[in-house]
């Protein structure tokens, strides 16, 4: 499989989902040497008629004009350095998206599409683009607060792939560690960390919002049944 697709591609997808006020979500799948792995495209709508895109992926027609009811994608987020593969293939569609990125992983992006900011440009009091601590600034998280409370969208440093398909799917969550046993921090990502500490610092700073009401990934299913007592294992695992 390519890094970057140079052409709209749909790849397996189910349909969006409403994950929550003004959240939209679609679970999908991407061709790995092993077979096919899942992965997750999240929108999210903006004040003044524009959405923001974590994740692009392509979809087929009527589940792109839904997100275009929705509002016109205004930002394409691409949360670290290994989710752009429709990165290109979307800016191409919506030229006028900017596109977002970690500022470390801002030279990987780069190879598929121009990055236009590595900071919060959003312009949405509702919706911040932060990042990570303790990862290189290459790991990107959305905080959503509505009134139906707080939504986090996070990248790679969880994986919930409680319900891979395939032998592929199965072999490679089990072997990377994304959380087919219940939700972990990857082996990858794991080993990666600069700072395991500030992670799970992290990790307690967001368990212990009270309106915390789920937390959506990048890679398998949405948490949100006892979002903040998830974090608390993953942070005393990290200790």
Known sequence: ???????WEVQPHDQLV????????????????LGN???????????????????????G?????????????SFLIVPGDHHRLDAKIWKMRY????????????KMVEEAVPVDATSDILDDPEVRFCIVPGMGQHEAFLHVHRADGVTLILNDIIGNVAHPHGIGANVMGRVFGFGVTG????????HGLEDKALVAARFRAWAAEPELRRIIVSHGDV??????????????RLD
Do not use: C, H, N
């Open 1 to 7: 499989m390519p890094t970057t697709l140079a052409q």
């Open 18 to 33: 409403e994950a929550g006020d003004g959240i939209l979500t679609v679970a999908g799948e991407i061709r790995m040497p």
């Open 37 to 59: 792995f899942p992965r997750r495209m999240t929108v999210v709508r903006l004040r003044g008629g524009r959405t923001a895109i974590w994740s692009a992926i392509a979809l």
């Open 61 to 73: 027609e009527p589940q792109m004009k839904r997100i275009e009811a929705m509002g016109e994608p």
């Open 95 to 106: 030229p006028q998206a900017k596109v977002i990125a970690p500022p470390g992983a801002r």
């Open 183 to 190: 939700p972990q921090v990857p082996r990858p990502v794991r």
């Open 223 to 236: 948490l949100d049944d006892y979002p903040g007592d998830v974090l608390l294992k993953l942070a005393e």
